[in-house]
């Protein structure tokens, strides 16, 4: 069956996503999307691969850093057409994340993509497919979290490089698969306002051996 993807405005004037009927994402509270791309910044990251769009916020952070100047290369990997046509149409972080001649946008499965990239060829890699390891939109995004996709993903990386992962929870399970293939294993908490309500979302990350 095909996914139901819908971009719609709330009365409340947010832009919200949903995939067949249930929450991803909206623009109102986007502060741990951006953080995920601050996290690879500050570690000097210039090319990286982002999964997925969603409403672009991770990719236009690493567009805008140092003026637009640190960021060489981003490739998005976005399993949604219709996600990729909203963003184009003005949604979230709009057209000009997809536009930047830096920018290459795929459509298809982050692990495809991320196969094709050559070893040790980036210096991110930054996960946002779903709500964590814990909490699937996807079934079939297990693949991501498990030994099998954290590896392809540490793969592409360089020596030194960021596998980060936004997740709504922190995750033993997951921390002890990162901690296979990558050191420096962490879960940083990241506060959000959930509607006046103080939570926190969370980045799992590690860096290439
Ligand atoms: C929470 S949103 C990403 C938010 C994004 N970080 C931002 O700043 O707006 C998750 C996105 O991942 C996409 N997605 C889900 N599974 C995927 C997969 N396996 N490969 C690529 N994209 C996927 C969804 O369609 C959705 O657009």
Do not use: I, K
């Amino acid at each position: 069956m095909d996914d139901e993807v819908v971009v719609r405005t709330r009365a409340d004037g947010a832009t919200e996503l949903r995939v067949n009927g249930v929450f991803v994402m909206d623009d109102v509270e986007t502060s741990s999307e951006r953080v995920l791309a601050e996290h690879a910044l500050d570690a000097g990251a210039r090319e990286v691969l982002v999964g997925g769009l969603g409403l672009g916020f991770t990719a236009r952070a690493l567009l805008e850093a140092d003026g637009g100047r640190r960021v060489e290369r981003l490739v998005v990997a976005e399993l949604h057409d219709a996600v990729l046509r909203a963003v184009r149409e003005g949604a979230g972080a709009g057209p000009e994340v997809l536009d930047d001649p830096r920018s290459t946008v795929v459509v298809g499965d982050v692990l495809d993509v991320v196969a094709t990239q050559p070893a040790a060829s980036l210096d991110a890699v930054l996960l946002d497919v779903d709500n964590g390891p814990d909490f699937l939109v996807h079934d079939a995004n297990a693949a991501v979290y498990d030994s099998t996709g954290v590896r392809a993903c540490a793969r592409a990386l360089r020596p030194g490089g960021t596998l980060a992962v936004w997740s709504m929870a922190d995750s033993e399970t997951l921390r002890e698969r990162l901690g296979e293939v990558l050191d420096d294993v962490r879960a940083l908490a990241v506060p959000v306002d959930l509607q006046g309500r103080a939570e926190h979302y969370w980045v799992l990350t590690g860096h290439a051996r």
